[in-house]
């Protein structure tokens, strides 16, 4: 939305030029919620709330279009698929998302929020690092089938796989430096069709987050030596082979990656001031980082990439004060994102409804950010 106010000089794309994001996809979880606008496709639900970004998207624009003659600039209201695989912001800048100015101008401006299982009504927002790497892979264990009378005469990778997977919780208890932040879940574990059958191979996936890339770096080379070691014990004639067997065994493969999030200054503190100001004491200016990942941050690679546009990213809470107050207030005893019965609040008559303050926050950044007409002695508060 191209907005010149009441200026006769018409600028192809007036700035400031300020991108909102949501991303849009949904997971592969049954939904188990009960609510009466649950997904009606079996095996796929929003279970990370992405829905709840499309609709404090739409309520944004729909909002600041509504008082355009109070502001100039340009918004662009980006839907971003794909964040849960990692790959939906990077295909579309390469897609060539800022390549035709007339269509999509580079943004000066990246913002974007994201709903949580905190109270609903809060906002929170992480100077620094604000999301963790995540890495995550396909691990493959290749032994020598046969029947399950005879494992003698077997390789059964369903053992080798069982055995790494018990090692690998030693990656964050003996790895992980206590003042750092990593984690590893083993998420998906594949082998065999029938119990009289020792399969030929066996493979894992395997997610990790950490706060740094020389952590992830380390967490993935220690990742990797267990399970090779384990290979190595499992299979004689591997014994004596240093490294590279032919044919690779294990064969790792990366599935996922995202980089780390780090909402730095001054961007930073000047959403926290405006946050400060809509939300008051409902609004935390110092939260702790979150080992959730994220790919909105790619959205703020320039065309040639060589240069990061300023970006913002917050949290905003989805649990009503019933559900929270039967929790005792804690946050580790409500549905969280991609549960099967995560179901953020929707009461739009309540002030403290996730759609409000979503928008809100939206909002509140865009114009903080806008020049502002008519508007000069009004608080951005009371304008959203």
């Known amino acids: 939305m191209r907005n010149w106010g009441q200026s ?106 994201h709903i949580s299982p905190e109270l609903a009504g809060t906002v929170s927002l992480t100077h620094g690092t604000a999301y963790a790497r995540s890495d995550s892979w396909k691990a493959t264990f290749k032994g020598r089938g046969g029947h399950a009378s005879r494992p003698e005469a077997c390789i059964d990778p369903v053992v080798m796989a069982a055995f790494a997977i018990t090692r690998l919780q030693t990656v964050v208890s003996r790895v992980v430096p206590s003042t750092s932040l990593g984690v590893l879940t083993v998420g998906e574990i594949h082998a065999g069709k029938k119990s009289n059958i020792i399969p030929n191979d066996a493979y894992i996936t395997i997610n990790m987050r950490a706060d740094s890339d020389d952590l992830a770096g380390k967490m993935e080379a220690e990742m990797k030596n267990i399970i ?3 290979v190595k014990a499992s299979i004689p004639e591997y014994r004596e082979i240093e490294d590279n067997p032919t044919p690779p065994n294990p064969e790792f493969e990366r599935l996922l990656y995202a980089p780390l999030l780090e909402n730095k200054e001054p961007t930073a503190t000047d959403i926290a001031s405006v946050f400060q100001s809509v939300f008051g004491e409902d609004f935390n200016g110092f939260a702790s980082i979150v080992p959730s990942s994220e790919d909105f941050q790619v959205l703020a690679l320039c065309n040639d990439k060589t240069k990061e546009i300023p970006y913002c990213y917050w949290r905003y809470g989805g649990t009503s004060l019933e559900k929270w107050e039967e929790a005792g207030g804690d946050v580790n005893l409500v549905p969280s994102n991609h549960s099967d019965n995560f179901l953020p609040q929707n009461d739009p008559e309540a002030d403290n409804d996730p759609l409000k303050s979503g928008t809100k926050a939206m909002c509140a950044a865009a114009l903080s950010k806008f020049n502002l007409v008519g508007l000069e002695n009004i608080e951005i508060s009371s304008t959203v």
């Open 8 to 113: 006769t000089l018409k600028a192809r794309n007036p700035e400031p030029i300020i991108l909102l994001r949501a991303d849009t996809d949904a997971l592969p979880v049954q939904e188990n919620t009960g609510a009466p606008y649950h997904s009606v496709h079996d095996g796929v639900m929003h279970a990370c709330g992405h829905d709840m970004h499309i609709t404090t998207l739409l309520a944004a624009v729909r909002l600041l279009a509504d008082i355009r003659d109070h502001w100039t600039g340009t918004l662009i209201a980006c839907f971003q698929p794909c964040e849960e695989t990692g790959t939906g912001a990077q295909a579309m800048v390469d897609g060539g998302l800022y390549a035709d100015p007339d269509k999509v101008p580079t943004p000066q401006f990246v913002f974007g929020g």
């Open 228 to 230: 090779e070691a384990e």
